[in-house]
Each structure stands twice: as C-alpha cells, then as structure tokens.
C-alpha cells in the first residue's frame, strides 16, 4: 500500500523536510494569542509548496488558517491541530532554549516540536506529498492549523463554526468529511475520548476592617477557606451520582486561591497586612463527562451555585463565574467510519489492533463533532506526557511516519467510501 511506496526511497527525504519545517517554525515564539507570524510562516510555505489557495480564518482576535489538495467532490480527511504553544520557562530548558530547535540523534528539542507544531508539520507535508498520488484526483486533504487552542479553545470553535457555516462554499459533505484533531498519541493508537473542561472562579464578597477589630468586618479570606473544604464534599457528591461510564469520575481541583484583597474604588486591590480583606477569589479546574457537560456545563453550573450559595455564612455573598468558555467533552463513536478507517491503517502498518486512550484532558475535537463531522479525537505523532515540559522533544522518524499515516488514512477513506 502506500507505506510501501513511499516507505523506503523517500522516507531519508521526508524525515529531511520534517526537520527543516519544524525547525524554522519552532524558532517563531507562538504562544497562544501570539500566533501571527508563524502563521504567516506557514502561508508562505504554501505558496511556496502547493498548488491551492489557503483561506485565513479571522474572527473576535483568532486567525486561522486552512487550506486543501486533492479533487473537492471526493471524500474529505480534515487534519487539524493548533500552531500556538504554552508560555516556557527558559531557565528549566537545559538541552537548548525553547525557541533553539536543536536535533539530538533522532530527536528535535524545542518548544512545540511535540505540543503540537510537530504534529502540523506532519499534517502539512502529508497535503504536499498527497497531491501527488494518484488518490489525489479521488479525494482530498484539508489541513486546518488553529490558534489558542492553549487558552480557549477559541481557534477550533472558529473555524469548525466557518467550515459548517460554508459547506457549500467548501464543496464539503459532512457524510463524506472525517476529522483527525491532531495531539501526540503516539502512531498505535488513538484517544477516543475526552472529558469536558471548565475554569470556574469563584469571588467572595465579606466586609473590610482594620485587623485589631476583626468583629467589625467579615472576612473573606476566612470564608473562602471554608468554601474551599466544602469543594471536595461537593466532588464526593458529584462522583456518587455522575460518573461517567467512559470518561470515569468527575475531579475539581483547586488551582488559584488568592485572599489577600479588598475591593475599593470599583477596583480589586492587594489589602494591607493588618486590613480585613472585603474580597477572596478561588480557581477550579473542573474535568467531568457527561451529563454534567452538557450544554456548556449548565447542569454542574447549577450544582456548583447551589453549593457554594448553601455553603456561605450569614452575610457573606459569592459570584459563580466561568474564566473563559468552557470546553464540552467528545467521545469518537468508535463503530463508526471514522474510527474503522484508522484501525485499519495502524493494522495494516503495525499487524496490532490500535490501542484506545482515553484523556482526562480536553481538546478541541467536540468543536469539530459539534459541527457535524466524524471525527477522532486525538491521533497524531509524540508523546502526551512531553507535553508543557522544559526540553520538549519529539521523534523525527515518527513525525516523518505520521505524514504517511495520514497519507494511508485519507487513501483509505477514499476507498472505503
């Protein structure tokens, strides 16, 4: 099949361009909100590499990119994966600096070299490699590269919003159309779900007063101690009734706490030592399935106010708030098309059944399913657990390796059709 015919002669030569690519972008700081000019970078690249015109994506502050080979009346394969990073730690790096790529026998260090630049390089010379074939003149490849997918989310809702909202304008038929998010799974398997994320930040109100008179005032710092004890109560309660079948129980961590504040003049302020602080905020990191994802988290949001509002002591009052949209959980329907076409290219490469992972992460696939469209939640070349870590690395042979995988996907997916 196709590993046979590119497996040999032109894998020295792909593993060349995949090195040269990532490298270059790997040197561009992207980190989320920042993505510009490695998307200009990839523009070029395009112009450069491929016959096809890239549309950008550009919507509340995210720019976007997509473009597409291959005959557009045939079956689809949406390959999509984001170009931002997370913020590094220079100091913590000590094989090379975050933006140095540097190639270390079969390894190229830097940042997003596995989080996931490396991930859309892969993505983008499996399109120019494709182009080619004579699969090509059969069906497509469309490479969707998004932005602060880090932060929000907001990249994916974007464009998986604009690809629903121009199917005709794309020539895409959601029937004929599967999506591959792309985050570093390894090439033997695939995750098949993933819980919903949400940032919660809870704000207690209480009352200032100098320290020395502490029964004048009521203070928030205190009251927010007991709200947060009282949260691994409510998780007790919400793993009684609502853990998942597949995604498993739902967590609640505590990831911000900040008590030290009063709020004067409009305005949220660090407090004096000896000052009783009127404010106190709490962060939580909520991951769970359904059906407490659901329609943007509206049931655990309710269960959340209702606790905490039961929670508080005389007097005090408390807001409920969402940092940023959250993220709903997706789970691949792994009867369907989608999935039986990527098990049986990773059996046809490996001869072993593909293994199923299951994150307790969030990605941007349930973007992509909510829009219409089969989609895998997570497949594509590295390692999870390098993810958000100094001296990110990923393989070179396995990046290579993926660009024909996804070449074998979208083969098969023509032909399964």
Known sequence: MLFLYLGGIMSFEIQREVTELCSKLIAIPSTSGNEANVIEAVLTWVSNNLNCSPVKIEKDGSVNISFAVGEPTGPTLILT??????????????????????????????????????????????????????????????????????TSGLGSRITADYFKDHLKELVIDPQKTMVIVGEPTGLDGYTCANKGNAFIKITIHGKSCHGSTPERGLNAAAETCSIVHSISTF???????????????????????????????????????????????????????????????ALFAKLLEEHVQKSLHESFTADVNFLHSPVEGHVTDTEGKAARTLEQVVLEKSGNRAKMHISTGANDAFFWGEAGFDTINEFGPGDRHRNHIPDEWNSISEMAEAVLMYMAVTSAWIEND
């Not at 190229?108 to 080619?132: E, P, Q, R």
């Not at 911000?256 to 504040?261: F, H, K």
Request: hydrophobic share 40%.
């Open 81 to 150: 994966t984001h170009l931002d990073t997370v913020v590094p730690s220079p100091k913590k790096w000590t094989v090379t600096d975050p933006f140095s790529p540097k190639v270390v026998d079969d390894r190229l260090y830097g940042l997003g070299s596995n989080d996931a630049t490396g991930i859309a390089v892969s993505m983008m010379l499996a399109a120019k490699h494709f182009a080619i074939t004579e699969a090509a003149k059969h069906g497509r490849i469309i490479v969707a590269l998004v932005s602060q997918e880090e």
């Open 235 to 297: 998780e007790e309660i919400l793993i009684r009734d609502y853990t998942d079948p597949v995604l498993g129980k739902p967590t609640i961590s505590v990831t911000g706490l900040n008590s030290n504040l009063i709020f004067t003049d409009g305005e949220i302020v660090p407090a004096k030592p000896n000052t009783i602080p009127n404010t106190a905020t709490v962060i939580l990191d909520c991951r769970m399935g359904e059906p407490l994802f659901v329609d943007n988290f």
